[in-house]
């Protein structure tokens, strides 16, 4: 009679699958949201480093210490305040900053530096020189206040 006696044996591990239908619909929407989250990221990053990419690269070819003549200079000023207004249009909207010219335009950069980069003193650049006389223009002087918002223009192109 005792050799007919065997161990107690205890329950068997609760699987963790097959789950009820209501957890693997769940399942599958979770999946669903992270890969749609993930994929509009990945572009959303993808469209930001490719104008970020290619501004730099233009802003590169703007280095005022290239210049050899005040004509020279001037047109890269011209090109460093369209590059700055197209950063700005790209970062903040074509609505608070495309209509912007003169002071406001200045005033507006000041505002939204992400240097805290003072526009309406340093900046003045971008009024004064744009439309000056190059005949009436110090090379020296005019190169270094063009150097400075050359500098001043990359900090927008890498926040």
Known sequence: ??????????LSDISWLPLADGWLVLLGLSS?????????FFLYYQRRSRWQWSAYQEWQALDPAT??????????????????????????GREKCAGLNG????????TYDPQGFNWQIQGQGLQTYLYSPPQQIDLTTYKAEVTVIYHAVRAWIEV
């Open 1 to 10: 009679m005792m050799d007919e006696l065997r161990d107690i044996h205890g």
């Open 32 to 40: 669903l949201l992270m890969f749609f989250l993930m994929y509009h």
């Open 67 to 92: 210049a050899t003549d005040t004509i020279q200079l001037q047109q890269r000023l011209q090109a460093l305040a369209t590059l700055l207004k197209r950063i700005a249009i790209q970062r903040y």
């Open 103 to 110: 002071k406001a335009w200045l005033e507006w950069l000041n």
